[in-house]
């Protein structure tokens, strides 16, 4: 745990400080580079950590680890100019050295490439190395990014060459920064995009993501319903609005109810709903039933046309846990409530009502309905609450201990 102190004067908000610190993480790297008007050209927050392999001199192999980048410098860094690009130096001790250079296109900028050094000769670090001398390993790594977005991996990306294992993760950089602010356009990588898995993520202190939210009208409501050989057997009532991210465009689609044509399928366990129309090639929502007594929004499957007509859109997630309600109700969402089946495609909804089991004479059941706002008063206000009761707690032990000390530290000196 690291504690930055940050003000001579003594009192609980050096002491909290202190401890949130502590609670993220100590190896967090962060550089936030200023040119000559102190405005921010180049600004980067990131973790990483090397895995060295070596031979000794008893011809044995030894694996040195770093991961503890606590003390860096970052001396060599630049902003870039005419003749050479922004460049990130990082030195841990004098054994390693650490850079990343960018360059700078039409409309995009270049990470463009990583170089890791490290010094064999140092024996503390590497005992009994057989080969003495600094190595270096360059990894290309040719991320492409929209000017003025900022790059971000929460993924881990892993590179693996000669002698050398780099992890990077949690990763935030943007170079060519405009106008000295740091973007909050977020361009993501591929495998943030794809992991339905969420990542632990480390809260950084770089403004959230304020994406003016493009005002689209809600999207109109929908009765679609499932027939089989007794008649109605799935029911669906909602506004679907899908959201997909793609090459960093961000789309926004409504489905129009009159021109969507739905079909599907039910069975004993599952249930099939699947919408098509002139740019969904299929979008599937797969029910099943859970502990013989409940049902849930399963699986999402979705395919979708680009504007002319190639397949170019297709996600699936079958791990999803939505909409979950009693067998033999429905579910029901008035409000906005969003369906996450990817970091790059989301449905939102409104005004939900789905009854995908045990419908009988084509109409919901007049069982009550498990509604989503209940969710919320069960659920997220007695965490939200305790939550806060437990930061009042742990502020009031802080606050009673540094009165303790400063009692203490008083008697002595008199
Ligand atoms: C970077 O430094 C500049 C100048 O000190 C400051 O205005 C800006 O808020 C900092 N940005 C971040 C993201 O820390
Ligand atoms: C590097 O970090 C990753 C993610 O935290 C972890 O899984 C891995 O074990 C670490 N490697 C080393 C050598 O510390
Ligand atoms: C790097 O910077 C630190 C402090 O900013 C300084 O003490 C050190 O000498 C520098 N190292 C090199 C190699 O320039
Ligand atoms: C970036 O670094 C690589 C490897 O060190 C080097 O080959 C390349 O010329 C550098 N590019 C720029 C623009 O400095
Ligand atoms: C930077 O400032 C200039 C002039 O004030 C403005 O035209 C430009 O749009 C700004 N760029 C960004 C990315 O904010
Ligand atoms: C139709 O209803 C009958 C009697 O309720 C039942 O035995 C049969 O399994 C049902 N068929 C389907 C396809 O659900
Ligand atoms: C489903 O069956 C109901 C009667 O049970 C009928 O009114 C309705 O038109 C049927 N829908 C479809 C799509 O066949
Ligand atoms: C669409 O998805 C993006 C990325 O997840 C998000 O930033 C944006 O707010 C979403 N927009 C809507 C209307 O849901
Ligand atoms: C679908 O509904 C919209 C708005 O209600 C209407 O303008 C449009 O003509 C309808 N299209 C068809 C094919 O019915
Ligand atoms: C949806 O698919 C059916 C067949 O599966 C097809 O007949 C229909 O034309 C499609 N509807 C649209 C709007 O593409
Ligand atoms: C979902 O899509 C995948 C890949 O296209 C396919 O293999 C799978 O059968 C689909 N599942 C359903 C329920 O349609
Ligand atoms: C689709 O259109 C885009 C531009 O509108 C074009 O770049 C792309 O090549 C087209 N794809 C196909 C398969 O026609």
Redesign the pocket.
């Known amino acids: 745990m690291v504690c930055f102190r940050l003000s001579p004067v003594p009192g609980s908000g050096l002491v909290v400080l202190c401890l949130i610190l502590g609670a993220i993480s100590s190896y967090a790297l962060e550089l936030n580079l200023t040119n000559s008007k102190n405005a921010t050209c180049l600004y980067a927050k990131w973790r990483m950590n090397f895995t060295i392999g070596y031979e000794t001199t008893s011809k044995s192999n030894k694996t040195v680890t770093i991961s503890d980048l606590g003390n860096a410098t970052y001396n060599g860094s630049i902003c870039g100019d005419d003749q050479n690009g922004p460049k990130i130096e990082v030195q841990f001790g004098s054994v390693f050295s650490w850079t990343v250079n960018f360059t700078k296109e039409k409309s995009t900028y270049l990470i463009e490439s990583i170089s890791f050094s490290y010094d064999t000769n140092d024996s503390t670090t590497f005992p009994d190395a057989k080969k003495k001398g600094i190595f270096t390993v360059h990894e290309p790594v040719a991320f492409r990014i929209p000017l003025n977005d900022i790059f971000r991996c929460n993924s881990m990306l892993t590179a693996e060459k000669k002698d050398v294992i780099q992890h990077y993760w949690d990763v935030h950089v943007q170079a060519f920064v405009q106008n000295g602010t740091v973007s909050t356009k977020e361009f993501l990588c591929e495998k943030d995009k794809t992991s339905t898995t969420v990542v632990p993520v480390t809260p950084t202190t770089l403004p959230s993501p304020t994406t003016t939210p493009a005002q689209k009208e809600k999207p109109e409501i929908g009765s679609y319903s499932v027939n089989?050989?007794?008649?109605t057997?799935l029911l669906a009532t909602m506004g679907l609005q899908l959201n997909m991210t793609q090459d960093k465009v961000v789309t926004v689609i409504n489905i129009k109810p009159n021109t969507t044509h739905f079909t599907g399928s039910?069975?004993?366990q599952t249930a099939l709903l699947r919408l098509n129309g002139s740019n969904i090639k299929y979008l599937d929502f797969v029910f099943a039933v859970k502990n013989e007594n409940r049902f849930y929004l399963k699986e999402v499957n979705v395919s979708m046309y680009l504007v002319n007509g190639s397949e170019v859109f297709s996600i699936a997630n079958n791990n999803l846990s939505y909409w979950d309600a009693p067998l033999g109700s429905s579910y029901m969402c008035n409000k906005e409530q969003t369906v996450s089946v990817s970091g790059a495609f989301q449905i939102n909804t409104f005004y939900l009502r789905v009854q995908p089991f045990n419908v009988i004479e084509g109409k919901y059941s007049t069982d009550l309905a498990q509604d989503c706002s209940a969710d919320e008063d069960n659920f997220l206000v007695p965490i939200a609450v305790g939550a806060a009761l437990a930061g009042v707690l742990i502020l009031v032990l802080l606050i009673y201990l540094i009165g303790l000390k400063h009692h203490h530290t008083g008697y002595e000196q008199f």
Do not use: K, L, Q, R
């Not at 089989?228 to 008649?231: H, K, P």
């Open positions: 089989n050989t007794n008649g057997c039910c069975h004993s």
